[in-house]
C-alpha cells in the first residue's frame, strides 16, 4: 500500500521558516520524481517545486530564492524548506510522487499570518 505522509504545517508570522516533510512507503522512493504542490482557497493546485530521482530541482517563480526541495533516498523523505514566507504563501501543501503513476500525500495546512 503506498503512503506519503506530510508533516511540519502550521501557523507561522511573515518573514519566518517552515520545514515541510513527506515520508513515502510502499514505493521504490529513489525512482520517483518527488514535488510539492499547494492550494489556496478559490484557487487551482500548484506546483510549488519539484526534485527529480537525479536531483535536478525546478521551482516556481513565486517561491525561487525562498524555498528549498531536497531529498534522502535512504528515508524515503522528501523536504521542503520555506523561508522567509508571505502571507500569499498560506495553502494547503501536498506531497506528490510520479513515475509510471502518481500519488498524492493527504495535505498539510500552511498559515502565513501576523
Known amino acids: 500500500q503506498v503512503q506519503f505522509v506530510e508533516s511540519g504545517g502550521g501557523l507561522v508570522q511573515p518573514g519566518g521558516s517552515l520545514r515541510l516533510s513527506c515520508a513515502a512507503s510502499?514505493?521504490?522512493?529513489?525512482?520517483?520524481?518527488m514535488g510539492w504542490y499547494r492550494q489556496a482557497p478559490g484557487k487551482q493546485r500548484e506546483l510549488v517545486a519539484s526534485?527529480?530521482?537525479?536531483?535536478?530541482?525546478n521551482y516556481a517563480d513565486s517561491v525561487k530564492g525562498r524555498f528549498t526541495i531536497s531529498r534522502d533516498n535512504a528515508k524515503s523523505t522528501v523536504y521542503l524548506q520555506m523561508n522567509s514566507l508571505k502571507p500569499e504563501d498560506t495553502a494547503v501543501y501536498y506531497c506528490?510522487?510520479?513515475?509510471?503513476?502518481?500519488?498524492w500525500g493527504q495535505g498539510t495546512q500552511v498559515t502565513v499570518s501576523s
Open positions: 510502499g514505493i521504490i522512493f529513489s525512482i520517483h520524481t
Open positions: 506528490n510522487g510520479r513515475y509510471a503513476y502518481e500519488y
Open positions: 526534485i527529480s530521482s537525479r536531483g535536478s530541482t
